[in-house]
């Protein structure tokens, strides 16, 4: 028996391995997250559904979370990170373009004045939005998303608007995958401009971005290569009932859990809520001024352009049983990077 | 060491889990496919992508193949079982709206004239297609596709469709999957009809079926449950150009793999050609008029109203290198059932 020796090797690395997942599994899933009603109904959930033989169980196949991006998973004030984008490349489509340096909201947007770009109304940033979003190709737009994210900054925390993503939620990603959850974002950003950073900030792959979808259309180069250009054609507005719709076009399941922070999250929420068993309804609530923003009535402040929790969608969360995460009391840490 | 007789067992075990695995990784995984150029290329397409350090490597989260399902993974012929459905689903029309009976086309299906009803033209058909297929709640439909699904026979093989899908595309579903692949069907039937089954009989869930897609939008019932309404509003045809723009909404990547059979299939197998390394593309040609069905002019026949395999195609597939998959060469056993 000369293998024995390296047998007996084998053995006492599975021994250890099987020691080191024993202690793994002991270990804090949720280690940013303080001991409280959210922390503990994320635990509760997730024992509930994956245990076998629990009235709750979930088969594998059927696990499905959704989170929406902006306010839930990253930072969305004072405005969102996709606007900034767009804001930032007006100066290249004037360049292409002369003509729309004088024309509304064009000109604005070139004038630099801050103040008067944030008081552009919704009709006209959807203008700077279709400009700066359609007309190219598929690849030529995800390469341009790309070299932007890798070089524009937050004002405040003059980083990257990837590390803006918040350390608790990123664990209840893992931790919901380490237990077979799928996980979806379902935003009512593009769904081509999330999908170039999802896999690499998130973990989570293009076809499990939901969002904001566009059409688009087939070409041939003169070399008979062909490549999808995006057009000014909207399919779905992924919010509100759109956020339900965009589930069922995409996913086509009814998810267990889903997670937002505003009444574009509160029809996903209901959709969620009105299946059966166990499902997890969770609403981020953004009363952290110091480490993050308050804003929004839920935290008894005014309405802002982004995030709107409303009282209403407040008072249905409480009447529902769905959970709010206050921000301030349930995360110990926000960001990776803070000490 | 007390312990030492459990570990030299879990030690023996581990050796032959070990031992069993070679095995299994040299048994055939394609056993109902004759040896031949189809058969190899598969087998030569998955071990160069997925050999560590082959220079055609694809990393797992990027192992996308795309499968047509009429014609590709099931009969098509003489007629798309959807359209069966639909046609069975008139005189249940016709009783709930009796002012259809005498309205064409529903007045011919309802002759239950074969004849008269193969020669319907397409926007005649189409008009069922939308009568039977929108109006009703997500849950009714697919209850109803389900119940349909259960007692419905193919009329040649006297047996339910789902039983005809054809079982060396069965094999590389399973083979691909096996190595890592995210199989997905990208069909021109109702991506809400394809999913009623494709987790059953194919092992696709509903979210890696792409399919000809409808808007829905969101109701409240009486007790304030939210729920789907299939519309008559179609949101992309997924055929032909509309097979990549599907490939794009829901999937967000080139696919290395894809397989079709028809004119339909054809910028579906362009899209995933024209990217970077090891590509596979393949076609079924229906060429068994004994084992299952002939047709189309690829096989020198005339064209029927399913599955268009022209000649055109055929010439593209010789001149890129595509594979053409002939039933009655390649596959030693298409149907389960057949001893």
């Known amino acids: 028996m000369k293998g024995i020796g390296r047998k007996t090797w084998t053995s006492m690395l599975l021994a250890l391995a099987i020691a080191s997942g024993n202690v793994l599994a002991q270990t804090d899933p949720l280690p940013s997250w303080n001991d409280g009603a959210a922390k503990k109904a994320i635990v509760a959930f997730v024992e509930t559904t994956t245990t076998q033989g629990s009235a709750n169980f979930v088969p594998p ?155 688009t259309s087939l070409h041939y180069d003169k070399n008979g290569r062909p490549y999808l250009v995006k057009d000014p054609k909207l399919l779905l507005n992924d919010d509100k009932a759109g956020k339900v719709e965009g589930i069922h076009l995409m996913i086509g399941r009814r998810p267990h859990a889903a997670f937002g922070n505003t009444a574009g999250d509160q029809q996903m929420l209901e959709y969620t809520g009105a299946g059966d068993g166990a499902r997890l309804m969770m609403l981020v609530l953004h009363d952290d001024a110091k480490r993050e923003y308050a804003y929004g009535p839920a935290a008894g402040l005014p309405a802002t352009r982004v995030g709107t929790f409303t009282q209403a969608l407040y008072d249905e969360a409480m009447k529902k049983g769905w959970t709010v995460i206050s921000m301030q009391r349930d995360w110990k840490q926000i960001f990776s990077f803070e000490k």
Not at 179 to 203: L, P, S
Request: proline share 7%.
């Open 61 to 215: 196949a059927e696990r499905i979370a959704t989170f929406d991006q902006d306010g839930t998973l990253w930072v969305e004030h004072p405005i969102y990170s996709q606007v900034m984008y767009c804001l930032d490349r007006v100066p290249a489509l004037v360049k292409a373009k002369p003509e729309l340096a004088n024309v509304e909201p064009f000109k604005t947007v070139m004038s630099g004045d801050r103040a008067a770009i944030a008081k552009l109304p919704t009709p006209e940033l959807m203008k700077i939005l279709v400009a700066t979003l359609t007309g190219m190709s598929t690849e030529d737009f995800s390469a341009e998303v790309k070299k932007w994210l890798a070089s524009a900054k937050d004002p405040r925390w003059k980083r990257p608007y990837t590390d803006l993503t918040f350390l608790p939620m990123q664990e209840v990603l893992r931790y919901l995958r380490a237990n077979d959850y799928k996980t979806f974002i379902v935003t009512g950003g593009g769904q081509d401009f999330v999908r170039t950073y999802a896999e690499e900030v998130y973990g989570v792959p293009p076809e499990q971005v939901v969002g904001t979808m566009g059409a």
